[in-house]
C-alpha cells in the first residue's frame, strides 16, 4: 500500500464546504481524502473529485464501515453502498471505524463477535479487488493483538487520535511491531491544540503556523496526517510541499512531546472488549 504521508480530513464536513476543501487539497498536491460511512459526505466527494477532473489513480480515497453497520450482513452491504456513494469500483483502504457495536454495552462479547465478521467482511472484499489496502481505526493494542491472531490478512492501517497531549507510545510501538501504519487523527487537538502556549512558541520560533508545527510533530513520530479543515486558507498550509520541505529541531520536539497528558479529544474505544 502506498499510503500519502498527508490526508484531508473531512469529519463534519458536508455539501459545498466539503466540495470545496476536496478541490482546494487537489489544487495543493494533497492525494489523500479521508472519509467515512459515518459522515455522510462521500457523495459530495464524489462530485468534487469528477468536477476537479482528477483520474481516479491519482487520488487515494480511504473509508470507514460505521458501528452502526458491524457484522457480516450489514458491513457487506456497508461497503457497496460506500463504492456506490464515493461512484468507484474500489477504495484504497476501508477500515473498521471503530471496535465496537454501535447501541452495545461496552463489556459486551456482541463486540468482539461482530468486529470480526467485519473484519471478514474486509477481507473479502481486498480479495474482490473492491479495496486496495484494509485496516481498523481506533483499535487499542488488545484488539490489534487479537485480531493479528485471527486474521488471513494483517491491517495495513491502525487511525487513532495522536497529538502531543496523547502520544499512544505503547500502541504505536505495538502497530511497528506488527508492521501496521499509524495514521493520526485530531493532530491539531480539534483545533485546541492551535492555541496551547508551547505550540504557539514553537510556531514563532520556526515562522511556521501552529497548523503546521503540530502535523510536523505527528509526522516525525513516523505518523501519516489527515487535518481537517473547510477553509482554503488553512488547506494551503497542509500540502506537502508545506509540509515535507522542512524539520524541526529535536528541542522543539521534546518540548511538544512534553506536552502528554493523555488528554483525548475525541472517544475512546480501549474500554470496549
Ligand atoms: N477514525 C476516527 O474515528 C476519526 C475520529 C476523528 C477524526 N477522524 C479523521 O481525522 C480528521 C482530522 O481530525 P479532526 O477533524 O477531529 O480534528 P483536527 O484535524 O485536529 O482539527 C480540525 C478542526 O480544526 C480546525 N482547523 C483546522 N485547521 C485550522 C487552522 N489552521 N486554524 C484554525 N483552525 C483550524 C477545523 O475547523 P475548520 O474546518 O472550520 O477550519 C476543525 O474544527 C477528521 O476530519 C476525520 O477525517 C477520524
Redesign the pocket.
Known amino acids: 500500500m502506498d499510503l500519502p504521508l498527508i490526508g484531508l480530513?473531512?469529519?463534519?464536513?458536508r455539501g459545498e464546504s466539503v466540495k470545496l476543501a476536496v478541490r482546494t487539497a487537489l489544487q495543493q498536491g494533497i492525494r489523500h481524502i479521508?472519509?467515512?460511512s459515518i459522515?455522510k459526505n462521500e457523495e459530495d466527494i464524489a462530485a468534487a473529485l469528477k468536477e476537479q477532473g482528477v483520474s481516479r489513480q491519482d487520488v487515494f480515497i480511504t473509508s470507514?464501515v460505521s458501528p452502526y453497520e458491524q457484522g457480516t450482513g450489514q458491513a457487506t452491504r456497508a461497503c457497496q453502498q460506500i463504492l456506490q456513494r464515493l461512484q468507484t469500483d474500489y477504495v484504497d483502504l476501508m477500515?473498521v471505524?471503530?471496535p465496537g457495536v454501535a447501541r452495545t454495552d461496552a463489556a459486551s462479547p456482541h463486540n468482539a463477535e461482530m468486529r470480526w465478521q467485519t473484519w471478514q467482511v474486509l477481507e473479502q472484499l481486498q480479495q474482490q479487488g473492491k479495496a486496495r489496502a484494509i485496516g481498523v481505526?481506533?483499535y487499542s493494542a488488545s484488539h490489534l493483538q487479537e485480531l493479528l491472531t485471527r486474521a488471513a490478512v494483517k491491517p495495513a492501517v491502525n487511525?487513532?487520535?495522536l497529538?502531543p497531549r496523547r502520544q499512544e507510545v505503547a500502541l504505536r510501538q505495538a502497530c511497528a511491531a506488527a508492521g501496521v501504519a499509524v495514521v493520526a487523527?485530531?493532530?491539531?487537538?480539534?483545533?485546541d491544540?492551535?492555541q496551547q502556549p508551547v505550540v504557539r512558541q514553537v510556531a514563532a520560533r520556526t515562522g511556521k503556523?501552529?497548523?503546521q508545527v503540530l502535523l510536523r510533530w505527528a509526522l516525525q513520530q513516523g505518523c501519516a496526517v489527515?487535518?481537517?479543515?473547510?477553509?482554503p486558507q488553512?488547506i494551503q498550509?497542509y500540502s506537502p510541499q508545506q509540509l515535507l520541505s522542512w524539520q524541526l529541531a529535536d528541542a522543539d520536539v521534546a518540548a511538544l512531546s512534553a506536552l502528554e497528558d493523555g488528554h483525548k479529544?475525541?472517544?475512546d474505544a480501549s474500554n470496549i472488549l
Open positions: 480530513g473531512t469529519f463534519k464536513a479521508d472519509t467515512a459522515y470507514k477500515l471505524h471503530w481505526s481506533n487511525q487513532f487520535e497529538h487523527y485530531a493532530s491539531l487537538g480539534c483545533g491544540l492551535l503556523t501552529e497548523a489527515i487535518p481537517k479543515s473547510v477553509h488553512y498550509q479529544y475525541c472517544w
